[in-house]
């Protein structure tokens, strides 16, 4: 640890509907550590960019919602991850924070793979049409994270892919189009 300059903290308890009965270590991985990586960033000098989430607001329309604007999670998973954000600004370590959403890549478990697959084995699907978000492919986020390593551009960011906001439903109709 004596000579990192950066690190990238992606670690993190994404299961949004177990975290509710699981607050102890959705509050450790999502709050607790975030905590103890700023805190050693801040006695080494190293950055921290810590990946964040749109679940820390309580917004309903389908409309960006800005960096400034009030936090207001109504989940255990949005409370933890805001309070992990608090913890990273409360260090004073040099910090980026990264809120993303919707993420999917072809690695790991996503909603786009998931449909994908649940597809194989379904002649139909239902799927919720009520949750709007903006989907952010992984790649295009990792991408960005290296470009802003160099930029030293410190502060709170939203990132996702440009598109607009789509629907849980519209999102899984346009994947079925595309494959």
Known sequence: ME????IINCAAYTNVDKAETDMALAGLLNSDAPGNLAR??????????HISTDYIFNVKSARPVREDEPADPQSVYGRTKLA???AVIDSLCKSIIIRTAWLYSPFGKN???TMLKLAENHDRLRVVCDQIGTPTYTFDLARLLVDMCESEKYGTYHATNEGGYISWYDLCVECYKQC
């Open 3 to 6: 000579n990192v300059d950066v």
């Open 40 to 49: 050693v960033c801040a006695e080494r000098g190293a950055t921290l960019f």
């Open 84 to 86: 992990g954000e608090k």
């Open 111 to 113: 909603f786009v793979k």
